[in-house]
C-alpha cells in the first residue's frame, strides 16, 4: 500500500489544508521541565529515570527516598543527548543501590517538576507472585493519531478530545496501575513515521515525526514515569517506511533507530550479573552482559523470571529492516556479526531456574500469526526458534501484526503434546492490538495451535507469575477492562539448566 502516493493524486484540493503541518506541544518556559518521563530496571537493585527537556542540561539528577519529605538521596550524570532534527534532548540517570521492592519517591531536578513514585525492582529469586503487563504496536492518540475511522470503540470525538489518558490502552493502564509492576513493549511506538498520512503534515515531515514522537511520550509518562517500561525496537523505529527511505522525504532523524537510540540507550539494561551459585552460568552471564546491545538486545531479571528481550528487525541472517533486508529500511547493524546471537545464547543459557524459573522473551515480529505468511517473519524463526526451544523459553511475546492471539506450546510449526501441562515448547502470543492509526488487523486464516484470536476492540496482554509453576495469561479488552482470555501455562521447572 503507498499512501502517500493517493494522498499526492489528491494535491490540489490538499493545498489549502497543509499550512496547518506539524501538532507540536508547546514548549514549556521553564526549559528545565521535565516531560517524556520513562523508568526502567537498569540492573539488579537499580531504576533508570529518563525524560527529556527542550534544553541540553550539563548535569541531569534525581532525588530520591523512601519518603516523600525525605529525599535525600541524589544521583547525577552528564547524559543530555539529542540529534539534529530533534527539539529535545534525552536526559537518563541510574538510581542504583535500592532496596528491593520498596516504594520510593523521586524528583527530577528542576525549577518545574513534582514528585512521582515508583516501586523499586524485587531480587532474582523473590518468590511473590505479581503481574506484567505485555503492551505492543501502541501508538499515538489525537490529532495525529488513530481516528474514528480506525476506532473500533466508535468514538465519535475524536479528534477533538485531549489526548491525555484518552487512548483506551493507555487509560486502561492508568486505570489498573496497581495491578502490574513492569510493562513490556517490544517494539512499534508512537507510529511517527506514518504522519505523511496526516495531509497537513505532508509537505513538513520533519517536523510532524518529531511532533507526533513528543506527543506520544508525553501521553505515555503517567504509565512509564510510574512503571519501569522496557522497549525493544519495532519496525516503526527503524526508518521511513512507506516513503522510500532514499528520497528527501525521509527526515534524517528518521533513520536507522535514531530516536530509539538517543531515547532509550541510556535507560535499558544489558544483562544481570548471575546470582547462581553454578560458574558455567556466572560465566554465560557475564559473556551476556558483554554482548548485550541495548536497547536492541538485553536482559533482566524480576522476582520469579528471568526476562530478554530481542531484536527482530536487524543482526541476524535475513533480519528484515536490515542493510538488505526484505522491508528496505536500511538499518543497523548495530552490532558485530553474529554479536546478537552470540548473546541469546549466553543469556537463555544462564538462567538457573531454581533462582528464576521462569524464562519470557519478548521480540516484534512473530513468525507463528493468523492472517497469512505475509504476517510472520521466517527468517526471525530460523534464526531465534531452535534457541529458544533448546534453553526452554516458558513464553514468547510479540506483536507487529495489530490483534491478540495466543497458541498452544509449538516448535516448528508442530504443537506440543503436552499443551499447557508442562509442555517442553514455548507458548506463544501476539499483543499487537494495542491500538495505533493504522488500526487493527482482522484475524484471518486460523492455525491449528491457535487457541485464541481477537481483532474486534484494543487489546492488550497481562502476564501473571503466580508461583514457580503456574503463569497466568490473560488478554484485556483495553475500553472495558474486560478478560477476553485467560489460561494458566504449568512448567514442572525441575532442571536448575534447560538444556534440550
Ligand atoms: C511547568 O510544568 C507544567 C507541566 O508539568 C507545564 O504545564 C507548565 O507550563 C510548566 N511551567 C513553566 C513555567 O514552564
Ligand atoms: C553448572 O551448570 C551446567 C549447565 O549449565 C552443568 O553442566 C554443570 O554440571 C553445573 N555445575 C555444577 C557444579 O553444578
Ligand atoms: C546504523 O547505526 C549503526 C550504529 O550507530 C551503524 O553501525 C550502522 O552502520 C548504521 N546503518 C546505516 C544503514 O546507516
Ligand atoms: C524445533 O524447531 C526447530 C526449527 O525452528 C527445529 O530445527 C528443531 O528440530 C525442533 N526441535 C524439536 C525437538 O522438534
Ligand atoms: C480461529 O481460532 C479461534 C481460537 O480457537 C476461534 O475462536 C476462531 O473462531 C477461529 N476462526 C476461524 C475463522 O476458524
Ligand atoms: C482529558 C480527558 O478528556 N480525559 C478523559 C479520558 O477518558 C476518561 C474515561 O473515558 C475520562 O474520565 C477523562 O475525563
Excluded at 531515547?263 to 553454578?278: E, L
Excluded at 516484534?364 to 523459553?393: D, I, M
Excluded at 506440543?416 to 507458548?427: F, H, Q, S, V
Aim: negative net charge.
Amino acid at each position: 500500500m503507498n499512501l502517500l502516493l493517493n494522498s499526492v493524486k489528491g494535491l490540489p484540493f490538499l493545498i489549502g489544508c497543509v499550512i496547518a503541518s506539524a501538532s507540536y506541544p508547546a514548549i514549556p518556559s521553564d526549559l528545565t521541565t521535565p516531560v517524556q518521563q520513562r523508568l526502567a530496571i537498569n540492573g539488579a537493585n537499580a531504576i533508570s529515570v529518563g525524560w527529556n527537556t527542550y534544553e541540553q542540561l550539563s548535569n541531569p539528577c534525581v532525588q530520591y527516598g523512601t519518603s516523600s519529605d525525605a529525599l535525600t538521596l541524589e544521583a547525577c550524570s552528564t547524559t543530555s543527548v539529542t540529534y539534529p532534527t530533534s527539539r529535545t534532548w534525552s536526559n537518563a540517570v541510574v538510581l542504583t543501590g535500592l532496596t528491593p521492592a520498596t516504594t520510593y519517591y523521586y524528583k527530577i531536578v528542576s525549577t518545574n517538576s513534582s514528585i512521582e513514585h515508583f516501586f523499586s525492582p524485587r531480587v532474582a529469586g523473590d518468590k511473590t507472585a505479581f503481574k506484567m503487563s505485555a503492551v505492543i504496536d501502541l501508538g499515538v492518540y489525537g490529532a495525529d493519531g488513530y481516528t474514528i475511522s480506525m476506532d473500533a470503540t466508535k468514538r465519535d470525538t475524536i479528534p477533538t478530545i485531549q489526548p491525555a489518558l484518552n487512548h483506551t490502552t493507555i487509560g486502561r493502564l492508568a486505570d489498573n496501575i496497581n495491578d502490574y509492576e513492569l510493562v513490556v513493549h517490544p517494539g512499534d511506538f508512537a507510529y511517527a513515521d506514518d504522519w505523511y498520512e496526516k495531509p497537513k503534515n505532508l509537505f513538513d515531515g520533519v517536523n510532524a515525526y518529531e511532533a507526533i514522537l513528543e506527543q506520544f511520550y508525553d501521553q505515555l509518562a503517567p504509565i512509564a514515569g510510574r512503571k519501569a517500561y522496557m522497549a525493544s525496537p519495532g519496525n516503526h523505529e527503524a526508518d521511513c517506511e512507506e516513503i522510500d527511505y532514499t528520497t528527501f522525504l525521509c527526515p534524517t532523524g528518521q533513520k536507522n533507530f535514531t530516536d530509539f537510540m538517543n531515547r532509550f540507550g541510556n535507560t535499558m539494561p544489558t544483562a544481570f550479573a548471575s546470582t547462581s551459585s553454578n560458574s558455567t552460568a556466572m560465566i554465560n552471564a557475564n559473556k551476556a552482559q558483554q554482548l548485550a546491545k541495548p536497547p536492541f538486545w538485553y536482559s533482566f531479571e524480576y522476582g520469579m523470571v528471568h526476562v530478554t528481550m530481542f531484536d527482530t528487525e536487524t543482526d541476524f541472517t535475513d533480519a528484515p529492516d536490515g542493510p538488505d533486508g526484505s522491508a528496505g529500511l536500511d538499518s543497523g547493524p548495530f552490532g558485530a556479526p553474529n554479536q546478537q546471537l552470540q548473546f541469546l545464547e549466553a543469556d537463555l543459557a544462564s538462567v538457573d531456574r531454581t533462582v528464576t524459573p521462569w524464562l519470557i522473551v519478548g521480540g516484534h515480529r512473530p513468525w507463528y500469526s493468523t492472517g497469512g505468511s505475509s504476517n510472520v517473519c521466517g527468517p526471525c524463526q530460523t534464526a531465534f526458534e531452535p534457541l529458544l526451544y533448546k534453553y526452554g523459553v516458558d513464553l514468547a511475546i510479540f506483536g507487529h501484526v495489530h490483534n491478540s492471539q495466543r497458541f498452544m506450546p509449538v516448535n516448528n510449526s508442530v504443537a506440543d503434546p503436552a499443551g499447557l501441562n508442562n509442555p517442553k515448547a514455548p507458548m506463544y502470543i501476539v499483543a499487537g492490538g494495542a491500538g495505533n492509526i493504522e488500526g487493527l488487523s482482522s484475524v484471518g486464516s486460523n492455525l491449528t495451535f491457535n487457541a485464541f484470536a481477537y481483532a474486534t476492540d484494543f487489546s492488550y496482554a497481562t502476564v501473571s507469575l503466580q508461583d514457580a509453576n503456574h503463569l497466568q495469561v490473560d488478554f484485556i479488552r483495553s475500553a472495558t477492562g474486560e478478560v477476553l482470555d485467560s489460561s494458566v501455562l504449568y512448567k514442572e521447572h525441575t532442571e536448575q539448566f534447560v538444556v534440550q
